[in-house]
């Protein structure tokens, strides 16, 4: 015979987490997700030594660079993203969801509408 099975009691519910420490999280997320491009220059700059800061580039290596670094940033964006995830800091995901997709918006105007 199929009997239905007894309903469970829920568990305890987890400790919920601050509202204010989950801003703080998501604040220095966004700040740090927003500063990666920055890091993200200054290895492009190694990488490519070739490039000099100071001198005007041409329009297809200045979009092409611009989009290699916040290509780059957003890579490094996503480890931190599971990292926060990993170590159960939500507020941190957050904002470096946030500031990743501010990112791809980035890449795709420089892609398809900068000139």
């Given at each position: 015979?199929?009997?239905?099975?007894?309903?469970?009691?829920p568990g305890p519910m987890p400790p919920r987490r601050s509202n204010k420490k989950t801003n703080i999280e998501f604040i220095l997320g966004l700040t740090l997700g927003l500063?990666?491009?920055?890091?993200?220059?200054?290895?492009?700059?190694?990488?490519?030594?070739?490039?000099n800061p100071n001198e005007p580039l041409d329009h297809f290596t200045q979009?092409?660079?611009?989009?290699?670094?916040?290509?780059?940033?957003?890579?490094?964006?996503?480890?931190?993203?599971?990292?926060?995830?990993?170590?159960?800091?939500?507020?941190?995901?957050?904002?470096?969801?946030?500031a990743c997709i501010i990112c791809v918006l980035a890449v795709a105007y420089l892609k398809f509408f900068y000139e």
């Amino acid at each position: 015979m199929n009997r239905p099975s007894p309903q469970r009691r829920p568990g305890p519910m987890p400790p919920r987490r601050s509202n204010k420490k989950t801003n703080i999280e998501f604040i220095l997320g966004l700040t740090l997700g927003l500063l990666t491009p920055v890091f993200a220059i200054a290895i492009l700059l190694e990488y490519y030594p070739r490039v000099n800061p100071n001198e005007p580039l041409d329009h297809f290596t200045q979009v092409f660079l611009y989009s290699r670094v916040i290509i780059f940033a957003v890579v490094l964006n996503a480890a931190v993203f599971f990292a926060g995830l990993r170590f159960n800091r939500e507020g941190l995901s957050r904002g470096i969801l946030i500031a990743c997709i501010i990112c791809v918006l980035a890449v795709a105007y420089l892609k398809f509408f900068y000139e």
